[in-house]
């Protein structure tokens, strides 16, 4: 869950035109390239960005994907600490790197069809917006590494929600 923001916060376009290049770097990724400053449904408008990665991911196979992944995740965890430090706020609306990592956990190893892919986002949104023991409780560890964990569980969830799904139902 978002919070509403403490009166000792920083604007986000203060913050980026006052920060140094290491920082402006992390307020850009944490952002997912500004998809986080829009006025309505960031979260879901980050986790449509995190489309194109998705395919990209999609097309490198288990190993460099797994490895990709775990880079991707260790990268966001630290831009998102950064900006919440930096922005005074802690898990604020505008870092969606968080949906980015949890749409690319929900569909890793899955075939990238259009039906993976939707049913892949609607799953991840259910279980990013529900979210259903223990994902809650990751949310509540510090930094970064709370304000992405928790997605990133809810992408593992929405994954084994699809391939249930497949089992039970076929298709894809």
Do not use: C, H
């Amino acid at each position: 869950m978002k919070s509403t923001p403490p009166s000792d916060t920083v604007p986000f376009g203060k913050a980026y035109r006052e920060a140094s290049l290491p920082v402006r770097a992390a307020l850009v990724l944490s952002s997912w390239f500004g998809v986080g400053r829009l006025p309505k449904a960031p979260g879901t408008f980050g986790s449509l960005a995190a489309l194109p990665v998705v395919l990209l991911m999609s097309g490198l196979g288990p190993v460099v994907g797994a490895v990709f992944l775990v880079v991707f995740v260790g990268v966001a965890v630290r831009a998102a600490g950064i900006t919440e430090q930096v922005l005074g706020q802690r898990d604020p609306g505008v870092i969606v790197v968080d949906e980015v990592a949890g749409m690319l956990v929900a569909l890793y190893l899955l075939p990238a069809t259009w039906g993976f892919l939707a049913g892949g986002f609607f799953l991840f949104r259910l279980f990013d917006i529900v979210k259903p023991f223990p994902i809650r409780r990751l949310e509540r560890l510090p930094g970064g590494v709370g304000v992405v964990l928790d997605d990133v569980l809810a992408g593992v969830f929405a994954n084994l929600a699809l391939r249930i799904g497949v089992s039970v139902w076929g298709g894809g």
